[in-house]
């Protein structure tokens, strides 16, 4: 069959993503005779669809796990998506606002049959996107945050940790979301700096006729202020002490207290306090007694206690109040200024603190281990730098508010009692009732006697599970999936979520399976366009990544997203990107087409030293190629190793072996050469897999006749054998003295086909033996000699400290070489000093391995004679002007 000219790899990717669903090689089963290893997908929302910060994350993963299932693991990726309750729930209001219907008109049953439908609808087309990237997930265990067995999980959760006092139910300020009509937790809260206006404000003091002035940012809440604050060691208000004032636009009479709370250098000294609709004000309410006036409905508009500008909204509430006070010749003046304002991650609608009867889970006892075990690196950050941001975090941790104003989600299994406050909490309706016969004592009760919580569980409370209920570790702890998957190996995630999920994973391992989650947890950068921004759909700087594929292809995409990805720094990423993933598949595809083109016979002898030596070096340079990706891999490097392989691929194997033992035009190679560079490709191959899964497999079935099962992505990893590493360092020599003739023949005009003598004054000739015979053939050299003084009438050049000589029968210009040599000084000293800078940090000598170090002096050692030899020839050339 011929093979194409170009790669196509629309043709190839629906091909091979079928063949390897087909023969269920994604697929994984508990196996005593294999080492588990496992990761588990951060599920994406079931609203979503597919972005470029899933595609870093999920390409990111797919290398690992294909690594691992080559190396001979029992290889397991369970896919999922989250039920995602306050997004989700918006999509379905929003549907069914444009079919007319109002979800207030609705029962909760009606309204989650339409929820449920829309789930079913839409809720899998992210997974779908994921596998034209080439996602080897085990599609078989894909899970639902509220699929039956993980909900009865996360219910059964709630009710031991209520068994255990550790959630309990109570009136406290929250986060409240006035769009979603939720509450939301603290970390669900974004905070941006805004353009705000400060508005100084006129209180008059009760029975006198003066006042004083408070600022504030938010004229719309003095509705439900109930006391002024001062500072007790404030000078300037002791007049105010045991007094009252009288609240602008509602006339509340209220007192004024002291608290050392109270700023003396912001805005007046003089705070109100309105301790409904502020965190602080409202621990200042609780100390000194003061009553809580909530003048918002849940919507974020005005109420009946507000008693002026009741249904309107805040924000226009706030205008109206500003005008009202500036009529009532209470508004003193107001500036312009900068604030940070909190708003929710979910609707981006700004918060609304506000007093709430919530459901919350104690964390501080249950968040030592997860604090201990990520400090002593028992489980690792990567990169470590997050380490800080975790303990502050992890130190400073608050009690989550775990209850939502929802329907879609899992319903608080609370019970509340006839006619009562009262509740019992349970796993079934069943159960509840008999809990509540028991607690009432009254046999003859009904399930309709008992009302459920209305309220459904942050949708943090099942995906705190994850990495244990995808494996029904919660229902059925000693079940075989989870004796053998956990602890998963690596959690690929954002960083963004450490706190929101990883942490709070993290908690729930050690509390309801004694140990930690996972053993590491990468944590990716965010994909940033060029001004740094992130990506996102709002602001139209973000690519659809499936046009991306149909574009690039699915490798080349990859690839494009992980040549500048390094672990927790942001990707800037640009289209160029891809192309340059795109560009290294066609690399590899031309030199498989060069390669299957060669005309092949048993009885041609390889050329005389040169293939030997070049098989030689590549299989050494390879295998130095695998200890560095190793390398990279163990430090989750993965863009570095991917560099590696590049590098490889792109100047080792494709510009430098190939050329080497490329036969002579319309001259056969010999079986011996071609055989070892079918296998070397197919190493290159199986290295290039994880990270390039569609063109590797296309190759790997053209490069010899298998079967559809035979394929790369259950072939063996390979692994490093025995190598020359002084081999690869006389090649590295030998390539730039040919590039070095390479240049001389393009700026004097000299046909590559024309024949070179060629002169060397080396220190050691054996450090470029034997690939002097790859200088000869590639650099086609004639003659050859080592000499002891300087060659007349010839040009040079450097490598190392070792200087070669080309004699040229033309004349050489001697200014233009004066030239070239001082721009090489040049260069060579910027060089040197940036390794002597290298060498003079004490932490780089101290940590980095001592072949790294000596290699680094060897490079200082070289540069100085390097530069000598230049100075001295640079000097005699001067002479000769």
Known sequence: MQLSKKYNPHEVEDKWYATWMKNKFFNSKPNPDKEPYTIVIPPPNVTGVLHMGHMLNNTLQDVLIRKARMQGFEACWVPGTDHASIATEAKVVAKLKEEGIDKNDLTRDEFLAHAWEWKEKHGGIILEQLKKLGASCDWDRTKFTMDDDLSESVIKVFVDLHKKGKVYRGVRMVNWDPQAKTAVSDEEVMYKEVQSKLYYVNYKIEGEDGHVTIATTRPETILGDTAVCVNPHDERFRHLKGKKVIVPLVNRVVPVIADEYVDMEFGTGCLKITPAHDLNDYEIGIKHNLESIDIFNDNGTINE?????????????????????????????????????GFSERTDAVIEPKLSMQWFLEMKDLSKPALKNVMDDTIQLVPAKFKNIYRHWMENVKDWCISRQLWWGHRIPAYYLPNSNEYVVAETAEEALELARQKTGNPDLQIEDLRQDEDVLDTWCSSWLWPISVFDGIRHPGNEDINYYYPTNVLVTAPEILFFWVAR???????????????????????RDAKRRKMSKSLGNSPDPLDLIKEYGADGVRTGMLFSSPAGNDLLFDIKLCEQGRNFSNKIWNAFRLVKGWEVKDNVAPEIGSDEVAIEWIEARVNQAIVEMEDHFSKYRISDALMTLYKLIWSDFCSWYLESIKPDFEKPIDSITYEKTIGIFETLMKLAHPFMPFITEEIWHELKDRDERECIMVSEWPKVGKFNDAIVMKADKAFEVVANIRNIRQQKQISPKEQLSVFARVENIDDYYPVTKLIWKLANIADFDVVNEKVENAVSFHVGADEWYLPLNQEIDHEQEVKIIEEEIVYMQGFLNGVRKKLSNERFVQNAPEKVVALEKKKMEDSEKRIASLQEKLKHLKSMI
């Open 305 to 341: 206690q507000g008693g002026v500008f009741v249904g309107e909204d805040r924000f226009k509430a706030r205008k109206l109040a500003a005008k009202q006070l500036a009529a009532d010749g209470c508004l003193h003046k107001v500036e312009d200024y900068v604030n940070k304002v």
């Open 505 to 527: 994973m993290i908690i729930a391992g050690y509390e309801y399976r004694g140990e930690l989650p996972f053993k590491d947890v990468y944590l990716t950068g965010i994909v």
